[in-house]
């Protein structure tokens, strides 16, 4: 089931896929890892596909709140360009991602790794139901996900860098939707992916409906002894669109991320990392800044800025529905020690949204 399975009005209008990868383009590709103990996985998130790495696209970074890592965002901040593959795992396994994604890169684009290369890696803690500390995530895992990448349906979930995740003390994890944007005689998408792994139970609400407080049972994650506080954890999202937009523009779609998750009802945990980061596929060939270059000059075509306003309406729109998808895609999780994450009781759920005249029109 996806959040559309549920008696809610979501605003806006999804692509094909309701996914990241209804950018064309963009592909996503998972590692899941649930054997001796682990509770883990990686996520590889292609700009342009595997044949096209290197290809500089517009990006920017925004943090929310810090305790967290995206690596390689210092670099993209200086020159305003992605070009390596987006990773997500946990948060001890980002070294070793971050090393396996060179030696792709090295065996299957050696030009370009003869430079330099600044990995894009990010995590949310999963120690909860993995043993983090443990090396499950091994440097082959990295190329692993980067070459199962693809476009098309995407999993939510249980998946990839998400499958150890939780999410308003549910099992989150792994979550994505689209927007279609019209401007002038063109159409965009504004896609997103998140790894969901924030929030506090009574917090949850879903299209405006608030139901988390009328949830409260069943949360082991909040009623054990369990040391971390209630709402701890983190959560990326990446954000992708083939509209042509500067690196600033980027920038301010990233920024607009929090105001999705807060439809969700999150105000914001002192322990969750909450880092975005925004990217555009238009404009291919510019943005580039190797060792040589070649042109004297390059151009940027782009959406003026006083048309940005339904960019921004899109992604607020796709993050808080890619975080629900994440919650109603995931399954019930026993982990490490015995701990138990369970899984968003879904007909329950309708029950209350039901009791509440959740429908059509009703937000």
Known sequence: ??????????????????????????????????????????????????????????????????????????????????????????????????????????????????????PVV??????????INAPHVRLEHAAQAIEAAATGPVAEGNVGGGTGMNCYAYKGGSGTASRLVEHGSDTYTVGVFAQANFGSRHELTIAGHRVGHRLLDDNPME???????????????????????????????????PMGLARTGTTGSHFSGDIFLAFSTANEGALTSGFTVADDYQSLRFVPWGRMDPYYTAVVQAVEEAVLNALMGAEEMTGRNGHRSPALPVATLIELLEQDGAGAGSR
Not at 75 to 81: F, K, L, P, T
Not at 122 to 131: I, K, P, Q, V
Not at 239 to 246: E, I, R
Request: net charge negative; glycine share 12%; aromatic share 6%.
């Open 223 to 257: 009623t054990t002894n369990w040391f971390a506080p209630s709402g701890a954890g983190s959560v990326i999202v990446v954000v992708a669109t083939d509209a042509p937009l500067l690196p600033g523009q980027c920038k301010s779609l990233a920024r607009r991320v």
């Open 122 to 131: 990010a995590e949310t803690w999963d120690g909860y139901l993995n043993d």
């Open 1 to 118: 089931m996806r959040a559309r399975d549920l008696p809610i009005t979501l605003d806006g209008r999804p692509g094909r896929w309701n996914a990241i990868t209804d950018v064309p383009g963009v592909e996503v590709g998972y590692v899941t890892l649930t054997e001796s103990g682990a509770r883990t996985g990686v996520t590889a998130i292609l700009p342009r596909g595997r044949a096209a790495v290197g290809v500089p696209c517009a990006a920017a970074s925004h943090s929310f709140n810090g305790n967290g890592e995206m690596t390689g965002t210092t670099w993209i901040e200086e020159i305003g360009a992605l070009t390596l593959p987006v990773m997500i795992t946990n948060t001890h396994a980002v070294g070793t991602v971050h090393r396996g994604v060179v030696d792709w890169v090295a065996d299957r684009h050696p030009a370009l790794a003869a430079q330099w290369l600044l």
